[in-house]
């Protein structure tokens, strides 16, 4: 199994900062990709951010230029920097992944969320 914790969630003003953290955990193989997806309240589900495991990335429209996806590989973490952050970002962000274990082939595995309230 693949464990996923997300951190880094709170409250921050319109125009503020903050990072998010995915540590993976388990028996891990291989990790092909590690994304970010948010959903807020009465919508559905959106991809906002995507690494892979060749370091390639790609990004939502709508937060192209104010934050950047990134990872550790040595720590299994992949983060969020959210700059800029606006009222429409407000949403619970979840980590995912696509990895293997040594006992399983590649599977989508996810977090259990962290919320990002941006308000003044």
């Known amino acids: 199994q693949v464990q996923l914790v997300e951190s880094g969630g709170g409250l921050v003003q319109p125009g503020g900062s903050l990072r998010l953290s995915c540590v993976a955990s388990?028996?891990?193989?291989?990790?092909?990709?590690i994304a970010w997806y948010r959903q807020a309240p009465g919508k559905q589900r959106e991809l906002v951010a995507t690494?892979?495991?060749?370091?390639?990335?790609n990004y939502a429209d709508s937060v192209k230029g104010r934050f950047t996806i990134s990872r550790d590989n040595a720590k299994n973490t992949v983060y969020l920097q959210m700059n800029s952050l606006k009222p429409e970002d407000t949403a619970v962000y979840y980590c995912?992944?696509?990895?293997?274990?040594?006992?399983?082939?590649?599977?989508?595995?996810w977090g259990a969320g962290t919320l990002v309230t941006v308000s003044s």
């Open positions: 995912n992944a696509v990895a293997r274990t040594y006992s399983s082939s590649y599977r989508n595995y």
């Open positions: 388990g028996s891990i193989a291989s990790i092909h990709a």
């Open positions: 690494i892979i495991s060749d370091g390639s990335n």
